[in-house]
């Protein structure tokens, strides 16, 4: 399954975390890809990579000018990316204090106004992709569209390492 799509070929970042996600070998490996790179190709202040966990959204890694959330754990029913993920769909939020996807409590001590939360996995998301920002900025489709591509990079490195290996050498 090729990891470049036109949105990826318009990036040399992007290019080169396909190439990263084409070595990974263990979910561990996507997020840290994901961690090092998502924060440069969204131009934002920070990212998180949430894990599902059931019922649960795990924050398991981070790249952001202060602490966000991770280590923490939040019910899919009062997050962000637990909608992303239930939703199937990209969250882009303006100004995270008039928003109703967004628990007031969780963001009032951060220094966070706009975000993108791009869900991870086909056809059941497994993980989500946050960016934000401190200021209230006006989302883009470039960026939102560069979010998304990478979140499909690390949705084809998943289902690679998910498919069965098979222990039969290919037949030409």
Not at 49 to 74: H, M, N, Q, S, T
Not at 85 to 92: K, L
Not at 150 to 164: E, I, M, Y
Request: overall charge negative.
């Amino acid at each position: 399954m090729p990891m470049l799509d036109e949105r990826s070929q318009a990036n040399p970042h992007l290019m080169r975390t396909a190439e990263l996600m084409a070595a990974a070998q263990s979910l561990e490996d996507v997020v840290d890809v994901l961690a090092q790179t998502a924060r440069r190709i969204a131009g934002s202040d920070g990212i998180a990579v949430v894990l599902r966990e059931e019922d649960f959204c795990a924050y398991v890694a981070e790249d952001a000018i202060e602490p966000l959330w991770k280590g923490c754990r939040f019910p899919l029913d009062i997050c962000v990316s637990g909608w992303a993920m239930q939703n199937r769909e990209t969250a882009v939020i303006l100004d995270v204090g008039s928003d109703p996807r967004i628990p007031a409590a969780a963001y009032a001590y951060k220094a966070i106004r706009s975000l993108v939360m791009v869900p991870i996995g086909a056809p059941e998301p497994v993980a989500a992709l946050g960016a934000y920002w401190c200021a209230m900025v006006w989302l883009d489709t470039t960026t939102v569209s560069r979010l998304e591509a990478l979140a499909h990079q690390a949705t084809v490195a998943l289902a690679r390492l998910r498919a069965p290996q098979s222990a039969e050498p290919a037949i030409p």
